[in-house]
Nanobody, 119 residues
């Protein structure tokens, strides 16, 4: 089993910054991908940023403002968020795709952390 624990959310003013962290623990054979998703009230959950190997991709709405990074030795993924806007307000969830001999590739979700940006 794999558990993901998130931290770093909070309330900030527009133009401010936050850094989210997500650490995985448990039976991890290898990690295929790491990513961050968000869901605002009344909207579908959307991909914010992801990394597979050394390659990254971002939602158009956050390009140039957000940066995803990872520390593979610690099984941890980060999301640095700069120039925050009120429309960034959402619950943010991390996701790991983990490979194991018995289950193959399986996705795991963090518990979510709330980011609120005031105008």
């Amino acid at each position: 089993q794999v558990q993901l624990v998130e931290s770093g959310g909070g309330l900030v003013q527009a133009g401010g910054s936050l850094r989210l962290s997500c650490a995985a623990s448990g039976s991890i054979f290898s990690i295929n991908a790491m990513g961050w998703y968000r869901q605002a009230p009344g909207k579908q959950r959307e991909l914010v940023a992801a990394v597979i190997g050394g390659r990254t991709n971002y939602a158009d709405s956050v390009k140039g403002r957000f940066t995803i990074s990872s520390d593979n030795a610690k099984n941890t993924v980060y999301l640095q968020m700069n120039s925050l806007k009120p429309e960034d307000t959402a619950n943010y969830y991390c996701n790991f795709e983990v490979w194991s001999p018995s289950l193959g590739l399986k996705g795991y979700w963090g518990q979510g952390t709330q980011v609120t940006v005031s105008s």
